[in-house]
């Protein structure tokens, strides 16, 4: 073994080396790899890097780049499921939620995120009348008094404070985050252990069952991980493909999103979701900055899941007259419309009827999870923590060298500015 000649950074790993050819292949040996630099990819790196396992992370295209930045980037604590009637006083993992991020956005959480950008400190919900007497008790009930509150006429978003509004205002306890500037803040600490690899780049080796390595033919270089840890979304199907994994089984849920720009900061930021008598949200509008500052509302709920079924045309004139409908004295002229037609990637399960917490499953020496919320990353983190092996104190990490023979990928843009 001779380390100091690795161009790769032992990153706590161990490296060797054998002689192919004339070629020499790199061996490095690690505690983790993790497939996918999503939320979830990104804030189980930090946890495992911090817990003092040699971990890195491979991202197939760019950090955040599939359904992390086209979130809302909601920090859901489960109230939405009030409207279900499902949500009880059970402690499920998402009530928590909104408290573990703020104190990792104070900087006294598991993982430093101070710096983040807040778009809102709370999301709303508005009816357009008043809510019917039981949803009014429940809102009020001792179940979601510290959660949810009803918000006097001068509290509320400049946008219900119109004389023509006649509904209720709901204040919720959750955060509304930029999510681009929460990957990168997510990748800063640990930037030296990401790389840029997909499924093209590397042969898989196992051995009954066990995923024992990563060779990377165009770098002479041999991953050996003790755990692969995926967290690839949608990324998961193809990889099960690969690794002929019955189960766990992936679903996909369709949404078609609207965005409207308006010009420069026109229109007024809104971060709610409208109420109807239905079991979702008729609409969720949260807003967002493109780079020139111009005001962004980008919709989901009802109208984005039953919005599959139109073309994009449909689903603009649908947004359209659901804002009118909704809020009348908005009137959003010279304004632009897009459509963002993208996958949910889920478990499948018969059961799933609320992501009230992270699903993650260990199949052999692989760890396999979806959030199935963006607010959900620290349970889904903290899951995959409790199926590692205690930490060999021959695996502490040594100071990270620079990795030199694998690229870098790049932070997602956040789509509006993709888009328009
Ligand atoms: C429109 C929309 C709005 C949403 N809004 C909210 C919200 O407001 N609040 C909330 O809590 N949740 C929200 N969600 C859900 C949330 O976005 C997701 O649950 C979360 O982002 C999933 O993160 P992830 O890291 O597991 O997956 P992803 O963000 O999909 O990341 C997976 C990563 O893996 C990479 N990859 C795939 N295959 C491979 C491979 N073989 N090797 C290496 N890398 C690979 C991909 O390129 C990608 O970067 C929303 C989802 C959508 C679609």
Request: glycine content about 8%; aromatic content about 6%.
């Amino acid at each position: 073994m001779i380390s100091g000649q690795w161009p790769i950074g032992l990153l706590g790993g161990k490296a060797s080396e054998i002689r192919l050819d004339q070629r020499m292949m790199q061996q490095i040996t690690v505690d983790i790899v993790i497939l996918g630099g999503g939320v979830s990819g990104l804030w189980t790196l930090n946890r495992a890097v911090q817990a003092g396992y040699s971990a890195i992370l491979l991202e197939k295209d760019q950090l955040g780049g599939a359904q992390t930045i086209r979130s809302q980037g909601i920090i859901h604590g489960g109230v939405k499921y009030a409207l279900h009637g499902a949500l009880t006083t059970a402690s499920n993992a998402i009530r928590d939620m909104p408290v573990i991020w703020q104190t990792c956005l104070e900087g006294s959480g598991q993982i430093d995120l101070r710096g983040v950008d807040i778009l809102s400190d709370a999301h709303y919900l508005w009816s357009r009348e008043s809510l019917g007497a039981r949803m009014t008790a429940f809102f009020a009930s001792h179940a979601l008094r510290e959660r949810i509150s009803r918000v006097p006429f001068h509290a509320r978003p400049s946008l219900f404070q119109d004389d023509r509004f006649h509904g209720a205002v709901y204040r919720l306890n959750e955060l509304v985050l930029n999510v681009q500037s929460l990957i990168k803040k997510l990748a800063e600490p640990v930037t030296n252990r990401i790389f840029q690899a997909g499924p093209d780049d590397y042969h898989l080796e196992t051995i009954e069952g066990n995923v024992t390595a990563l060779t990377f033919p165009a770098h002479d270089l041999t991953l050996r991980p003790k755990r692969l840890v995926i967290c690839c979304g949608e990324g998961y199907e193809a990889v099960a493909k690969r690794l002929a994994l019955p189960s766990p089984r992936m679903q996909r849920r369709p949404l078609h999103m609207v965005m409207v720009k308006f010009k420069r900061q026109t229109a007024p930021s809104l971060y709610a979701h409208c109420l109807s008598g239905g079991t979702r949200p008729l609409v969720t509008i949260t807003t967002h900055y493109t780079k020139n500052q111009d005001t962004v509302w980008y919709m989901g709920g009802e109208l984005a899941e039953s919005g599959t079924k139109r073309d994009v045309p449909g689903q603009i004139k649908k947004a359209e007259s659901t804002l009118h409908e909704l809020l009348p004295w908005v009137e959003p002229t010279q304004a632009h419309w897009a459509t963002l037609r993208v996958d949910r990637a889920e478990p499948k399960q018969s059961t799933l009827t609320l992501p009230d917490s992270a699903f993650v499953a260990q199949h052999k020496n692989l760890i396999i999870g979806w959030p199935t919320k963006l607010a959900l990353a620290p349970d889904l983190a903290e899951k995959v923590m409790a199926y590692l092996p205690p930490l060999e104190k021959s695996t502490l990490p040594s100071p990270p060298v620079e990795l030199a023979i694998l690229p870098r990928p790049t932070i997602a843009e956040a789509v509006w500015d993709e888009i328009f």
